[in-house]
């Protein structure tokens, strides 16, 4: 009765910013009336939204750029500039909590909300898989954290400091048996 599609892909600009381009896009099998758009046919994008977040290899934010082409209010593609305030934010701890503050409840908009936590994890495999794509391709092992802990231990079950992933990719911070 419902399908939510979510793409989210990510570039290296030229000028040495990265892109990471998220888009949404809501449809239904059937049609139906929409006060704001007379009517809405089955497989019309109920919404159908993007957002694109240019950052540094820190993923720290320098630009964005938001655009509602569909929604179900007349009213909903006015809040797009508001995401401006995401600018100077960087992905990390806090990020979601950050996110709300900037652009929670009625100062954004719900679905370009929830795209923003796909792209952030997009952002992240971009960036970081771009630096680790050498040592993929070489063979050798992955580079070590300049200091510190790697930042993926503990993030899930394969990054546990005590499984053979971390044993394999991370011997020094192996901590099992």
């Excluded at 896009?25 to 046919?41: E, V």
């Excluded at 995401?86 to 370009?112: D, M, N, S, Y």
């Excluded at 936590?117 to 092992?141: C, D, F, H, N, V």
Aim: with cysteine; charged share 25%; aromatic share 8%.
């Amino acid at each position: 009765m419902h399908t939510r599609r979510i793409e989210c892909v990510g570039y290296l600009r030229k000028d040495g910013l990265w892109d990471i381009e998220g888009h949404l896009t809501d449809t239904k099998p059937y049609s139906f009336p929409n006060q704001n758009r007379g009517h809405i046919a089955a497989g019309e994008p109920v919404h159908h939204m993007w957002l694109r977040l240019s950052m540094t290899e820190g993923l720290e934010i320098k630009e964005v750029e938001a655009v509602t082409d569909a929604a179900p209010f007349a009213i909903c593609p006015e809040i797009t500039a508001n995401y401006e305030k995401l600018v100077g934010l960087k992905i990390g701890a806090g990020w979601t909590r950050e996110v709300h503050k900037r652009v929670g409840g009625i100062h954004g908009c719900t679905h370009l909300r929830e795209l923003l936590k796909p792209m952030a994890t997009t952002a992240y495999q971009t960036i970081y898989g771009a630096k680790l794509r050498e040592s993929r391709i070489s063979g050798k092992p992955r580079p070590a954290p300049k200091t510190g802990k790697p930042p993926q231990l503990n993030t899930c079950y394969a990054f546990s400091e005590t499984g053979e992933v971390v044993k394999q990719e991370y011997p020094d911070h192996y901590t099992g048996a």
